[in-house]
């Protein structure tokens, strides 16, 4: 099955400054990779997501990058703001199981 | 309102008492799926369902029971419960295939003494 590694677990940044986290996955099957952010205390919810025939997708201040020759893809949030704070969640999908397997989750902190 | 709905949120209970979590959604949603979340180890698949009286194992499926009788409803029942299934649950619906916005209840934060 897919194995998804998220990197770093944790991570710290100025307001302003920009924060990237990094996924891998193993199943070369895969073409569906979402981001979820969860609040302290709330669900994940759906921030950004790209499929597999595409390389780049951005959405105001978030925009996640992929490689599928490398099997990586990453997100990328500019001029960080306090609200930003949360757990975020890198995701795989394999089509032919259906299933959805989730990185271990990085926690963002932005210092105001 | 869309939402995806669990009961209980919060329960504390002992080694063996059979225990059922429900989850309903309003939005029509084909598939339904389970998911535990513990730390350091994300967001882990227990069950899923593509569509009424279609269900898979996820990834750590041991120890828990699904149905799906009704499209809305798709509860996760731990026979015997045991300390290690001390967690946090989480159900999600989208509305089918693979791509697409998961759609996450509130949690359930289960206990196992």
């Known amino acids: 099955g897919e194995n998804v590694e998220q990197h770093p677990s944790t991570l710290s940044v100025q307001e302003g400054d920009s924060a990237v986290i990094k996924c891998t996955y193993s199943?070369?099957?895969?073409?569906?990779f979402p981001w979820y952010k969860q609040e302290l205390g709330k669900r994940p919810q759906l921030i950004i997501d790209i499929r597999s025939n595409v390389g780049e997708k951005k959405d105001q201040r978030i925009a996640v990058t992929l490689n599928k020759t490398a099997k990586h893809f990453s997100l990328h949030i500019t001029e960080t703001q306090p609200e930003d704070s949360a757990v975020y969640f890198c995701?795989?999908?394999?089509?032919?199981?259906?299933?959805?397997?989730f990185g271990s989750g990085t926690r963002l902190q932005v210092q105001p | 309102e869309a939402q995806v709905t669990q009961n209980p949120r919060y329960l504390i209970t002992v080694t063996g008492k059979k225990l059922t979590v429900t989850c309903s959604q309003n939005m029509n949603h084909e598939y339904m799926s389970w998911y535990r979340q513990d730390p350091g180890l994300g967001l882990r698949q227990i069950y899923y369902s593509m569509n009424v009286e279609v269900t898979d194992k996820g990834d750590v499926p041991e120890g828990y029971k699904v149905s799906r009788k009704e499209k809305r409803n798709f509860p996760l029942i731990l026979e015997s419960p045991s300390p290690n299934q001390t967690s946090l649950y989480f159900c999600a619906s989208r509305i089918s295939g693979v791509g697409g916005e998961l759609f996450f209840g509130e949690g359930s934060r289960l206990t196992v003494l």
């Open positions: 199943d070369s099957a895969s073409n569906y």
């Open positions: 995701a795989a999908a394999d089509t032919g199981r259906r299933a959805l397997t």
